[in-house]
Every structure is written in structure tokens, then in C-alpha cells.
């Protein structure tokens, strides 16, 4: 009886040692982010970009599936903002003078928190290959205006000079001995709210399907109830549009 009983139950010692080692094979495999057919429900991501009006910025996003093809996005952004006619100046009139920006009324420091969808293009065939994926945000800005202040000569021939901050009808060009330290005046930063729009387009290139590597650019719009004043001597304007290039890396989870 045990003679014939022993070869059955060396199949089935030897079938669930096979299935076993194959289960865990796919477990590690999912683990290691090794597998197409698996779809991650929830990622984060942090971003790095440089965009056109004058800086760099950061950026977070979270993300949850909503089908195969689209995610539902929720994103914060941080980025300094310059008007495109700001150009550095040094006085010549005076000896060792600093650096300033002749006209700038403020600084402007913008966050954006948003929502958006990011739809898939085209799908990764393995490893090597390259997602292509839209994405469309809307949401709040929030501009941080600091006001800036100027070092300003009051009676060259005794070399008195005062902190003061700018007035482009009391301070014309040859008073100005260069730029106060970057935190004078902090205490004065308004608040000026408005709306932006997002267009972006992104290449996810990372060779493990859990993981994010991906570049994007695209087009934000921001828009002003109020004109910012960025500038002395230029137009007012409430619309801003701007160009970026972003290097994004995260995680992806079920």
C-alpha cells in the first residue's frame, strides 16, 4: 500500500514545492516592480522645473487611479515669478556699488495648489520603453509679494546712506546704491490671489513599474483679479503665461 501510495505523494511534494518557489517568485517580481500586468492605485511624486518667467520652481503631486488609462491628480507648486523686463543694474556713480534691479517694486514668490487629470497615450511594452501621458490642473495662486527695499544715498561727500524701500517718485537712479539685504521688509509681503490653468505633456521612463522617472513640459496660465505690481514704468497686466521643463521622480503603490 505504501509502495503505492509513494509516488503520488512525491508528485504532489514535488508539485507544491514547484508552485510555492513560483509564488514567491512572483511575489518578489511584484515587490521589485517587475511586472506590466499590475496596476498601482495610488502614487506621489516630487518635481524640479525650470520655467520661463524667470526661475526655478518645486513641485509635489499625489495621485489615485480612476480606470486604466486615467488618474485623478492633486498637485502643490512653489516658484519664484520676475517680469521679463527685469534686468541687473549697477551704478557707476559710486564706487563699489551693489547689484539692483532698477524699477522693481516687489518680489514675488507664487504657490499653487491644484487639481488636474493625467491621461495615458501610450502604454510601457517593457522595460526599456517610454509612457507617454497628458495632463490637464486647475486651481488657486496665491502671489507673495515682498516689497522691495533699496539702499539709498542720502549725502555722498559724507557717505551717508539709508535703507529705504522703493518709490520710483522719490528714488531716481542716481541715488541708488544697490539692493537692501533680500529680508528687509518681509513684514509688508501682501497676498494677491487669483487662478491658473495648466496644459503639460510627460514622458515616464523608469525601469521599474512601481517606481516614477519621468520628464514634463508644458504651458501655465495665471490669472489676476488685481494686476500685480511687479514693475515701475511697464503696463499692468492680470494674465501671465509661462513655459516649463520638469524632472519628476516618485513612488507607486496599490
Do not use: C
Request: aromatic share 16%.
Amino acid at each position: 500500500m505504501f509502495k503505492k501510495l509513494f509516488p503520488l505523494f512525491a508528485i504532489t511534494l514535488i508539485s507544491s514545492g514547484l508552485f510555492g518557489q513560483e509564488l514567491k517568485d512572483d511575489l518578489t517580481r511584484l515587490q521589485n516592480g517587475e511586472d506590466l500586468n499590475v496596476m498601482y492605485r495610488n502614487e506621489s511624486s516630487f518635481g524640479i522645473y525650470a520655467h520661463s518667467a524667470g526661475g526655478f520652481g518645486l513641485a509635489y503631486r499625489r495621485g489615485q487611479m480612476v480606470n486604466v488609462k486615467r488618474k485623478r491628480m492633486l498637485e502643490v507648486e512653489l516658484q519664484n515669478f520676475k517680469h521679463p523686463k527685469e534686468v541687473k543694474s549697477v551704478n557707476s556713480y559710486f564706487e563699489n556699488s551693489k547689484g539692483f534691479i532698477y524699477g522693481k517694486l516687489n518680489s514675488f514668490l507664487i504657490l499653487r495648489p491644484g487639481v488636474g487629470y493625467q491621461n495615458r497615450l501610450y502604454q510601457k511594452s517593457d522595460k526599456k520603453s517610454v509612457e507617454i501621458r497628458y495632463s490637464y490642473f486647475v486651481g488657486a495662486t496665491l502671489a507673495f509679494a515682498k516689497p522691495v527695499y533699496l539702499e539709498i544715498v542720502r549725502d555722498s561727500q559724507k557717505g551717508i546712506v539709508s535703507t529705504e524701500r522703493y518709490d520710483p517718485e522719490v528714488h531716481s537712479i542716481d541715488m541708488i546704491y544697490g539692493k537692501a539685504p533680500f529680508f528687509k521688509g518681509i513684514e509688508k509681503t501682501k497676498i494677491y490671489p487669483g487662478a491658473y490653468a495648466k496644459l503639460a505633456l510627460s514622458f515616464e521612463y523608469a525601469d521599474r513599474y512601481n517606481s516614477i522617472k519621468a520628464i514634463e513640459t508644458g504651458v501655465v496660465f495665471d490669472v489676476y483679479p488685481k494686476a500685480l505690481p511687479m514693475m515701475a514704468y511697464t503696463p499692468k497686466q492680470e494674465l501671465y503665461a509661462s513655459l516649463y521643463l520638469k524632472i519628476i521622480w516618485g513612488r507607486k503603490w496599490f
